[in-house]
């Protein structure tokens, strides 16, 4: 069945270093892709999404590109501030699936000032 | 902004217990979401509705029920409670239609099965 595999964290960085977060998915479709983020004490809100092969995901200073060739679906981010520490979800959701969005296992991230 | 209320935030009952989790939307949506939350597993779908009185099993519905009965109401139930369901319930909804993928998350409750 469909799968999301995201890099196991967590992740720890200083202020204004460049974030990179992997992420692959397997999926038998044409799925959509998203990244998802959980603030501490919160329920998850969506990041970013991209529907289909070469669309670019951006908000907050987040990017991801949607790359079918070698199924992934990085999150990257140029200068990372404290305030982005929180958990990343990696997720797809496949249109012959009906309703279902599929999550990653999550990635922590740190930012120390 | 969409609204997800989940009745508590953390809740702590004992093996056996019937228990509620309740979730409430207020914009409307069609689609309605329970998901469980477990460190290095991620986000798993329990059981889903996509209209009222309508319910369907997601990957992990073994030990769990859930009711539909208005629109923005979406209830999980454990019917006897064990400490392997000691977790964070997470509940979502979405729109039907175009951006149905996109959901909206409650804050979760955290339940402690002792």
């Known amino acids: 069945g469909d799968s999301v595999t995201q890099m196991e964290g967590p992740v720890t960085l200083s202020e204004e270093a460049f974030l990179t977060i992997n992420c692959t998915y397997t999926?038998?479709?044409?799925?959509?892709l998203f990244w998802y983020v959980q603030y501490p004490g919160e329920g998850l809100q969506l990041l970013l999404k991209a529907t289909k092969a070469d669309d670019k995901g951006s908000n907050k200073g987040f990017e991801a590109t949607y790359r079918k060739e070698t199924t992934s679906f990085h999150l990257e981010k140029g200068s990372v501030q404290v305030s982005d520490s929180a958990v990343y979800f990696c997720?797809?959701?496949?249109?012959?699936?009906?309703?279902?969005?599929?999550f990653g296992a999550g990635t922590r991230l740190f930012v120390k000032a | 902004d969409v609204k997800v209320t989940q009745s508590s935030r953390y809740l702590v009952k004992r093996t056996g217990e019937k228990v509620f989790l309740e979730c409430v939307q207020d914009m409307d949506h069609e689609n309605m979401f329970w998901y469980r939350q477990d460190p290095g597993l991620g986000l798993r779908l329990i059981y889903f509705s996509y209209d009222v009185k309508m319910k369907e099993k997601g990957d992990i519905p073994e030990g769990y029920s859930v009711s539909r009965e208005k629109k923005e109401r979406f209830s999980l139930i454990l019917e006897s409670a064990s400490t392997n369901q000691t977790s964070m319930y997470l509940c979502a909804s979405s729109f039907l239609g175009t951006d149905a993928e996109k959901l909206f998350f409650g804050s979760g409750t955290q339940l402690s099965v002792l």
């Open positions: 999926a038998t479709g044409y799925p959509s």
């Open positions: 997720a797809l959701s496949d249109s012959t699936g009906g309703f279902k969005t599929i």
